[in-house]
């Protein structure tokens, strides 16, 4: 937080506990948007990472994050490419900063 503020990013702190789901990730995005963000950054595990993926793709798509999910989803593309985003990985092994896919998980 004091580098990004040594440099003039204001962040908007966001937890993420455990596996993100459908309203945790909704929840970031409401958040983000109310703070008119343009960077999400996931510091932290694999959690935190798809969290990230997730929320800075649906700060500039439209709709429901089921509409884009595979599997539970409506598995449709995303119109407008996802916001700008950073993956700060602080565990080893589970190489969510590398791939294109989130796991969000969907308790209903």
């Given at each position: ?9 204001t962040a ?97």
């Amino acid at each position: 937080m004091e580098v990004l503020s040594a440099h003039r990013i204001t962040a908007i702190p966001f937890t993420v506990a455990g596996e993100p789901t459908l309203e945790t990730v909704q929840q970031g995005v409401t958040r983000a948007k109310a703070e008119h963000c343009d960077l999400i950054i996931g510091c932290g595990g694999g959690s935190a990472i798809d969290a990230a993926k997730a929320m800075a793709g649906l700060l500039t798509n439209s709709g429901d994050l089921l509409d884009y999910l595979e599997v539970v989803g409506r598995s449709q593309p995303l119109l407008h490419p996802a916001a700008p985003w950073v993956a700060i990985p602080t565990t080893a092994g589970a190489g969510a900063e590398v791939t294109r896919n989130a796991v969000i998980a969907s308790p209903e």
